[in-house]
């Protein structure tokens, strides 16, 4: 497959046309048109849609799905030359890496900054992403690595780099007048946010404390779910991080996790060979990983 053909159709399905993408590209439209026409026989079925007068180019359900594929492709092939180019030049270029959402703040306030400063010309791009999209992007080579925060549901594909036991906590306003002994009492009366990373979890403890909590506010983020709890309006359910120290708005109390596994696992593809320097990032992560 020649990946200049598949970003010449990237540009033509992107500009919205042959006319934008032949100047993009600097190639005559003629040749464009060949090349769809070689595409199309590879493939073996039309990859746009007779234009019948129209002047905007839609795609067959076909051609919708090689262009996703391609966008991959490409992906994968920038990202291969930027780890060659890297591993020449020295510890410099991108590394990429999906992360659950609950762990952002850790990653980014006690991981990243020590390690720019031994590392100033590594760049990240980072996915914050939900279970099971960061498992499949770090099978279709998206990321590099990744660090979830339940269970793989195929481990077998992976190489566990580390992982780490992990809790569940509730940070319950002051005005709440919490007592560590009440905790579970008060999930049953007052108001609960949920991030999408622990609702899960927290659904199913629930229910192994006989409890029935009224999830108020199911949002997006561990951030936002704290910030309804230091604004003093629910108790919010966070996996345990570093910097939930007690506050002058909020207490912190672990909740019990009875026959329930809950840890942070970092993980790659199986039998995949860590670039430089994604070595010396999972080093910064986990000093005991093996490499692999």
Known sequence: MNTEFLRHFIAIVESGGFNKAAKTYHIAQPALTRQLQILEKEYGTALIEPRRGSHSLTLTEAGWIVYRQAKQICDMEDHTQAELTALSAGLSGTLRLSIAPSYASWLISDILPPFHQAYPDLCFRIRESYH????????????????????????????????????LLAA???????????????????????????EDIFRTLAATWHI??????????????????????????????????????????????????ISQTIFCLKNHRLSKGMEKFVHALCPEADMV
Do not use: C, H, W
């Open 132 to 167: 099971l999209t960061l498992v499949e992007d770090v099978r279709q080579g998206r990321s590099e690595i990744g660090i979830a925060n339940a269970p793989l549901p195929d481990p077998s594909q992976f190489t566990i780099l580390k992982q780490t036991p992990s809790s």
């Open 212 to 261: 029935q909590p009224d999830i108020f506010y199911s949002v997006d983020t561990r951030t936002s779910s704290l910030r309804l709890a230091r604004e003093q309006l629910a108790i919010a359910i966070l996996l345990d991080q570093k910097e939930t120290d007690a506050s002058e708005t909020v207490d912190f109390y672990p909740l019990p996790t009875p026959d329930m596994s």
């Open 172 to 198: 319950v306003p002051k005005s709440f007048a919490a007592q560590p002994d009440d905790i579970l009492s008060l999930l049953a009366r007052r108001p609960i946010a949920v991030s999408r990373s622990s």
